[in-house]
Nanobody
Framework: QVQLVESGGGLVQAGDSLDVSCIDSGRTFSNYAMGWFRQRPGKEREFVTTINWNGRSTLYADSVKGRFTISRDNAKNTVYLQMNSLKPEDTAVYYC????????????????WGQGTQVTVSS
């Protein structure tokens, strides 16, 4: 069973950095590829980035490439999202998800989701 909990969101200014993390309290974390998605009010959940099971392969949306970095620590059952040079358009609720397929940019391919963490970037 996978149980995901995100943390680390908050309010920052444009150009700032922010790290968010997602911990799996289950015992099968390393069996899954992990992804970060975001959802803005009135919009569909949007792919941000994904990482394969051992952390050796990643994929990013063009909108965050070069600014965001995903990583994972299987010993800690945790996936991280480091966000640099934040923009107001990065404001969203950020969700982590677990998928048995990699790479997947489609939210329907993710079996488990966390509750989300709000990231707000002021201009």
């Amino acid at each position: 069973q996978v149980q995901l909990v995100e943390s680390g969101g908050g309010l920052v200014q444009a150009g700032d950095s922010l790290d968010v993390s997602c911990i799996d309290s289950g015992r099968t974390f390393s069996n899954y590829a992990m992804g970060w998605f975001r959802q803005r009010p009135g919009k569909e959940r949007e792919f941000v980035t994904t990482i394969n099971w051992n952390g050796r392969s990643t994929l990013y949306a063009d909108s965050v490439k070069g600014r965001f970095t995903i990583s994972r620590d299987n010993a800690k059952n945790t996936v991280y999202l480091q966000m640099n040079s934040l923009k107001p358009e990065d404001t969203a609720v950020y969700y982590c998800g677990a998928s048995r397929q990699y790479p997947s940019t489609n939210s329907r391919m993710y079996e488990y989701w966390g509750q989300g963490t709000q990231v707000t970037v002021s201009s």
